[in-house]
């Protein structure tokens, strides 16, 4: 129903919604989890920044977060930023002409499935699709892929700049 777009955008959404908000996941990272080529993905993500639905940062503390709390975010609000939501809206036998008033054989049972899924995606948010990854059984965590950055440990000397630790 939807594009590979689409379908690449929501998958890596839902794992972003996951994470903290304060935290910047690398393309790459969702890349291997989701299995997904990174090029594309990058191009996915990019375009869901120009469109103020995420927030990158480049650097090696770089990445790209949600611009939004997640249930904020309805899967409406991405999809409509991939797909031409209009197809919906055109006939699914193919007739140029198709409203309530020339309607094909199959108008209003298109108009009624095609209303409730509408709504559901409207009704569908980040949040949601996180709540419901996060119950799937094998579901894999980006902290498995994503190693976080080595604390640096410093030690105090014992007696004053200079001297060398103890043994």
Known sequence: MFSQTSEYALRALTELARCGREE???????????????????KVLQTLARKGVLESQRGRQGGFRLAE????????????ELDDVRQLESCIMGESECSDDTACPLHTLWRDI??????????TTLKDLAEFQEKRPGSGRLSIVKPKLPELKVEKAPH??????AK
């Open 24 to 42: 910047w996941i690398l393309t790459g990272d969702l890349a291997e989890m989701l299995g997904v080529p990174v090029h594309y993905l990058a």
């Open 69 to 80: 709390a997640p249930e904020e975010t309805t899967v409406y609000d991405v999809v409509r």
């Open 114 to 123: 095609r209303d409730e899924f509408v709504e559901s995606l409207q009704n």
């Open 160 to 165: 004053g700049r200079g001297s060398p630790p």
